[in-house]
């Protein structure tokens, strides 16, 4: 037996058997096989700007979109963010965004935990915790 290897749409690769054939297998019936899995060599899109922001560099647990909707709102800096209420930062992105996920809150909570207290917990500085 042969142990061919197939993508996944995961990313990660399965192994099959494939039976020992007496005869070769045209090459255009083997393309035809991995037809509907999407190349390897294809680069996701990825936001750089948000990527490289000091949001997600002081904080790396900050959700990408968050960092980007933070950008967005006109905040460069971590502490720009004191005394602002993440519930207002919700609406303001929502008026940019009206699909923005409810969930992104509790992203905007630890934001401002993180730039209104001077020694934060590594605990708290998990988006999770503040749900």
């Given at each position: 037996m042969l142990i061919a290897q197939k993508p996944v749409?995961?990313?990660?690769w399965?192994?099959?058997?494939?039976?020992?054939?007496?005869?070769?297998?045209p090459?255009?019936?083997?393309?035809?096989?991995?037809?509907?899995?999407?190349?390897?060599?294809?680069?996701?899109?990825?936001?750089?700007?948000?990527?490289?922001?000091?949001?997600?560099?002081?904080?790396?647990?900050l959700d990408l979109a968050a960092a980007r909707d933070l950008l967005d709102l006109g905040f460069a800096h971590v502490d720009e963010l004191r005394g602002r209420s993440p519930e207002a930062l919700l609406d303001?992105?929502?008026?940019?965004?009206?699909?923005?996920?409810?969930?992104?809150?509790?992203?905007?909570?630890?934001m401002v935990y993180y730039a209104e207290t001077p020694d934060p917990e590594l605990r708290l500085l998990q988006a999770h915790m503040w749900s």
């Open positions: 749409s995961n990313g990660s399965s192994r099959r058997l494939l039976p020992r054939l007496s005869y070769p297998i090459l255009c019936s083997l393309s035809a096989m991995y037809e509907d899995f999407p190349m390897r060599d294809k680069k996701r899109k990825v936001d750089m700007g948000a990527l490289q922001s000091e949001f997600k560099r002081r904080v790396p647990s303001s992105v929502r008026k940019l965004r009206p699909d923005t996920p409810p969930d992104r809150l509790s992203q905007y909570r630890m």
